[in-house]
């Protein structure tokens, strides 16, 4: 049973930057995969981002890599992801969510993902 919280949304102007952050609760958050995805008003889910168990391996979307970071700390059961140089298609509600497959490839599919925060939003105006 794991509960995932984000905070850290917000406005920003276009060019701006934010961060995300990802509490989790339990001790087995260090075993999951995490991802970031987000959904803006009538859109499909994306994905955004991936991190391995011990955050050794990355995977973004095109759409954000080099803008975007994903980390995590095991030790305070957290993923974040940084966003620099934001754009108004950034504007969506991001999700984060847990994998707990182990030994596989990250998944940019978000029907692999177990665990799922309530979101949050964020707003880029131009």
């Known amino acids: 049973q794991v509960q995932l919280v984000e905070s850290g949304g917000g406005s920003v102007q276009a060019g701006g930057s934010l961060r995300l952050s990802c509490a989790a609760s339990?001790?087995?958050?260090?075993?999951?995969?995490m991802g970031w995805f987000r959904q803006a008003p009538g859109k499909e889910r994306d994905f955004v981002a991936a991190?391995?168990?011990?955050?050794?391996?990355?995977y973004y979307a095109d759409s954000v890599k080099g803008r975007f970071t994903i980390s995590r700390d095991n030790a305070k059961n957290t993923v974040y992801l940084q966003m620099n140089s934001l754009k108004p298609e950034d504007t969506a509600d991001y999700y984060c969510?847990?994998?707990?497959?182990?030994?596989?490839?990250?998944?940019?599919?978000?029907?692999?993902?177990?665990?799922w925060g309530q979101g949050t939003q964020v707003t880029v105006s131009s």
């Open positions: 969510a847990a994998d707990r497959r182990r030994g596989v490839v990250l998944s940019t599919s978000w029907l692999e993902y177990d665990y």
């Open positions: 339990g001790r087995t958050f260090s075993t999951y995969a």
């Open positions: 991190i391995s168990s011990s955050g050794g391996i990355t």
